[in-house]
């Protein structure tokens, strides 16, 4: 298995910028296919975005597209999400995820999960 660990979310005002982290500890990082999902107060756990295992490819919520960037160093098993000209909507808990198989957008094909950190865009 794998352990997850976010850092990086903090309170910004519409159109900033945020970088969050997710350092992962355990089995061999590369194995995972790794995502970003989001919940605000009230609403479902939602997709965010997710990369293939050694970077081949990666995959956004429509929502994020051209705003928000994953990337991943295999070599310091570390997840990345570079969140530019965020917006109130943004503001939610934002998690990282491990999975083997599934789908990218599905939660339940996740089978790792972090502790969260919080990102607030305020207007």
């Known amino acids: 298995q794998v352990q997850l660990v976010e850092s990086g979310g903090g309170s910004v005002q519409a159109g900033d910028s945020l970088r969050l982290s997710c350092a992962a500890s355990g089995r061999t990082f590369s194995i995972y296919v790794m995502g970003w999902f989001r919940q605000a107060p009230g609403k479902e756990r939602e997709f965010v975005a997710a990369i293939g295992r050694v970077g081949e490819w990666s995959d956004y919520a429509d929502s994020v597209k051209g705003r928000f960037t994953i990337s991943r160093d295999n070599a310091k098993n570390t997840l990345s999400l570079q969140m530019n000209n965020l917006k109130p909507d943004d503001t939610a808990v934002y998690y990282c995820?491990?999975?083997?198989?599934?789908?990218?957008?599905?939660?339940?094909?996740?089978?790792?999960w972090g502790q969260g950190t919080q990102v607030t865009a305020s207007s």
């Open positions: 995820a491990a999975r083997t198989g599934g789908s990218n957008s599905a939660p339940r094909s996740y089978a790792y």
